[in-house]
Each structure stands twice: as C-alpha cells, then as structure tokens.
C-alpha cells in the first residue's frame, strides 16, 4: 500500500468525525453569520482540511454539508458578503454570469 492510499484511507475512517470537526470550527456573531475560527486564505476565505487533495474553502464544505448538493465548479457565494461565514441560510449557487453580476451589483468589481 502507499503512503498515499494510506492517507486517504484515514481519510476514509475519519468521516464520523469529520462533520463534528468542521462544527467546531464555527462561532455563531450576532449578524448570524457561522465565522470560521480555523485556518483562513489570505482574502479572509475559511480552509477546512488536513491534506493538499482533501483542503476546500470552507464555505464550500459546509454548503454540501448542510444542504446536500455538491456545488462542483459553481460559485458559492456569500449574501451576507463576509467570506469567513460557513452560515448555509447566507449561501447560495451561482454560475460565472450571475456572479460577475453580483460582484457589478455590490460595486466591488468591474463597471
């Protein structure tokens, strides 16, 4: 077996606690936002993960966590506009169209 089979295999094992883990993580503020309390970007995005292939943004752990769809190459973004927030009821799906709008919408990008 190789050194990284062996890891994802702990990986495997380590599902039960995965969820508790990323809960731990999280620190409710008054706004509602779930602030991430572990490991940030440097845009203030949350990390969760042990390893390169298995680290993710955060918030895009807990959308599939907490709504149960795999956001795969689309955008979860933030209505709240606090990328530290995990809170699901502040995410939502978005392909690149909607969020270019967004971003022009909330004056933080583009024309």
């Known amino acids: 077996m190789t050194q990284r089979k062996a890891l994802k295999d702990k990986l495997v094992l380590r599902?039960?606690?995965r969820v508790e883990r990323f809960i731990s993580y999280i620190k409710t503020a008054r706004?509602?936002?779930w602030e991430w309390q572990a490991n940030?970007?440097?845009?203030g995005y949350g990390e969760f993960g042990r390893w390169c292939e298995d680290k993710r943004r955060a918030h895009r752990y807990g959308y599939l966590l907490f709504n149960g769809v795999d956001p795969g190459p689309g955008f979860v973004c933030h209505a709240?506009?606090?990328p530290g927030c995990v809170?699901?009821?502040h995410l939502f799906?978005?392909?690149h169209v909607a969020k270019m709008g967004e971003?022009?919408?909330?004056r933080r990008r583009g024309g």
């Open 40 to 43: 940030t970007s440097d845009r």
């Open 93 to 95: 799906l978005a392909d």
């Open 87 to 89: 809170n699901p009821k």
């Open 15 to 17: 599902g039960l606690n």
């Open 103 to 106: 971003m022009v919408g909330k």
């Open 80 to 82: 709240c506009d606090n």
């Open 31 to 33: 706004s509602g936002c």
